[in-house]
């Protein structure tokens, strides 16, 4: 059974930090480069970071660029989201997503995603 779940959301206050991971299985973990996207109530899905298949390359969106590291460990199947100085504006859920073709540098769209974990909530506080 092909899953992706993400953890480690949940309520900070600005400048804080959380990590998020997502675990993978019933797909070859590193044959798929794997990103973060998130989306806020009334808002358009939106790529956050992505990191590729087989050199470990990421690219940020510049929103979150210098405050948000992607990393990977194929070992573990897991992808994580280091997310430090928040900001009420990054409030959004947080969902991981995995896909076969993606030219990581670009981060691609969501339909570009052959696989997607349920969301975890994402709460920064003033």
């Known amino acids: 059974e092909v899953q992706l779940q993400a953890f480690g959301g949940g309520l900070v206050q600005a400048g804080g930090s959380l990590r998020l991971s997502c675990t993978a299985s019933?797909?070859?973990?590193?044959?798929?480069?794997i990103s973060w996207f998130r989306q806020a109530p009334g808002k358009e899905r939106e790529a956050v970071s992505c990191?590729?298949?087989?050199?470990?390359?990421?690219t940020y969106a510049d929103s979150v660029k210098g405050r948000f590291t992607i990393s990977r460990d194929n070992a573990k199947n897991t992808v994580y989201l280091q997310m430090n100085d928040l900001r009420p504006e990054d409030t959004a859920v947080y969902y991981c997503?995995?896909?076969?073709?993606?030219?990581?540098?670009?981060?691609?769209?969501?339909?570009?995603?052959?696989?997607w974990g349920q969301g975890t909530q994402v709460t920064v506080s003033s």
């Open positions: 019933g797909f070859t973990f590193d044959d798929y480069a």
């Open positions: 990191i590729s298949s087989n050199d470990g390359s990421t």
């Open positions: 997503a995995a896909g076969s073709r993606i030219i990581y540098s670009m981060l691609g769209v969501p339909s570009s995603y052959e696989h």
